[in-house]
């Protein structure tokens, strides 16, 4: 039952920049759109999360639609270690009797080759 | 990273035995989750603490039993299990719900 919807599989060269979309078009007002990564068989690892604004941290840019029915992900100057599978998760900002838990879709496997 | 850690990281079990999985955070964090992931699905959350108060099941069988002894730790023990439980347990832990939730590396369960 995830919200979004992501494209299976995606390939980048080393050193440029990977573009990793999201679509969310049911998101509401009040959640917010969380990305994590998964390195095959560890556990997810956060990477950044945005409500309305557009988010950069020192792994990684997030930049949503204005009408947040869409979102990408930027890794600036993808490596070999960024391979992973990219997760996009919306979540709500305060909970209203609902569950914790995030709910994962299939996500994108991002290869990233030298 | 250090701030879960999960012990230990591969774990092979008889259906008959009773085993632990243990969970520690170092973040401060105050809520604790178990996930589980089988190979070729999606995570699915088993239980949520919050303040070492269990504040969800996930309609996770009996064969499973956490335990919150504070907010630092998290167990799940583990009895009679199946082989079709054999997957990927995975630990996080949130300053409270519904913040940002960081992962342990897991324990790679596999079931004989």
């Known amino acids: 039952d995830a919200k979004t919807t992501q494209p299976p599989s995606m390939d980048c060269a080393e050193g440029r920049a990977a573009n990793l979309p999201c679509n969310h078009s049911?998101?509401?007002?009040?959640?917010?759109v969380y990305w994590y990564r998964q390195i095959h068989s560890q556990g997810p690892q956060y990477i950044i999360h945005?409500?309305?604004n557009n988010e950069t941290n020192e792994m990684a840019s997030l930049i949503i639609t204005e009408d947040r029915k869409s979102s990408t992900l930027i890794l600036p100057h993808a490596t070999l270690r960024d391979t992973a599978v990219y997760y996009c998760?919306?979540?709500?900002?305060?909970?209203?009797?609902?569950?914790?838990?995030?709910?994962f879709g299939k996500g994108t496997k991002l290869t990233v080759n030298p | 990273e250090t701030g879960v850690t999960q012990t230990p990281r591969h774990l092979v079990m008889g259906m008959t035995n009773k085993k632990s999985l243990k969970c520690e955070q170092h973040l401060g964090h105050n809520a604790m989750y178990w996930y589980k992931q089988s190979a070729k699905k999606p995570l699915e959350l088993m239980f949520v603490?919050?303040?070492?108060?269990?504040?969800e099941n996930n309609s996770v069988p009996s064969r499973f039993s956490p335990e919150c002894p504070n907010s630092s730790h998290l167990f799940l023990h583990l009895h009679t299990l199946q082989p079709e439980d054999s997957a990927l347990y995975l630990c996080a832990s949130s300053r409270a719900g519904l913040d940002t939730q960081y992962f342990g590396p897991g324990t790679r369960l596999t079931v004989l």
């Open positions: 603490y919050n303040f070492k108060e269990q504040t």
């Open positions: 945005g409500l309305k």
């Open positions: 998760i919306v979540r709500p900002i305060r909970t209203q009797g609902g569950s914790e838990k995030l709910v």
């Open positions: 049911t998101i509401s007002g009040n959640e917010y």
